[in-house]
């Protein structure tokens, strides 16, 4: 089956930190730049990061929120994508969606899902 | 940063009607669109790619288009299973950006 499984959500307290996994499974991870998009209770989507393939030598993206504190990584041989969190904040709270990112030319969207880990940032 | 702006925060109608949501980015993104649909409690789902492309899967009654900064997701004949949030989203340049979201309820 063709899926996305993340885990190692929880609750961590401002200033801590905590590194999400992505399994892939069903088609051929190294093949595609996998995302990372976040969404806080009631809230609406947010894109984290991204991190390219082998022949774009794994480089990564950040959105400003997030730059300096969110490190994203992949390992192909374990079709695997961690996030690694550090410095949390409060707003950091939301569920973390492991996604893959089609690649067709122009066209450059989202097009497979985890079903999300939820972080929550409290004390 | 390229905003996204959605247009209305929330919409109203009835199963049957016709009803279009609005999508405009500060700068010009050609046709670097997408357009997601999103129920409670689950992830996403990619409806529309390049501001008109039909994802594979995805019911006729639903188009996109736009091109430059604005753009619509037409929904033809509204089905109960419609009811949802639909999310629009750029990918021109880094970092991509959502739109902020558009409620669609049962009238």
């Known amino acids: 089956e063709v899926q996305l499984l993340e885990s190692g959500g929880g609750l961590v307290q401002p200033g801590g930190s905590l590194r999400l996994s992505c399994a892939a499974s069903g088609f051929t991870f190294s093949d595609h730049y996998m995302d990372w998009v976040r969404q806080a209770p009631r809230k609406g989507l947010e894109w984290v990061g991204r991190i390219r393939k082998k022949t774009n030598d794994y480089t990564t993206e950040y959105a400003a929120s997030v730059k300096g504190r969110f490190s994203i990584s992949r390992d192909d041989s374990r079709n695997s994508m961690s996030l690694q969190m550090n410095n949390l904040k409060t707003e950091d709270t939301a569920v973390y969606y492991c996604v893959r990112v089609f690649n067709g030319g122009s066209q450059w969207h989202l097009d497979l899902w985890g079903r999300g880990a939820l972080v929550t940032v409290s004390s | 940063d390229i905003q996204m702006t959605q247009s209305p925060s929330t919409l109203s109608a009835f199963v049957g009607d016709r009803v279009s949501i609005t999508c405009r980015a500060s700068q010009s993104i050609t046709t670097s669109l997408a357009w997601y649909q999103q129920k409670p409690g689950k992830a996403p789902k990619v409806l529309i790619s390049?501001?008109?492309s039909l994802q594979s899967g995805v019911p006729s009654r639903f188009s996109g288009s736009g091109s430059g900064t604005e753009f619509t997701l037409t929904i033809n004949s509204l089905q109960p299973d419609d009811f949802a949030s639909y999310y629009c989203?750029?990918?021109?340049?880094?970092?991509?950006?959502f739109g902020q979201g558009t409620r669609l309820e049962i009238k």
């Open positions: 390049k501001a008109s």
């Open positions: 989203q750029q990918y021109s340049s880094y970092p991509v950006t």
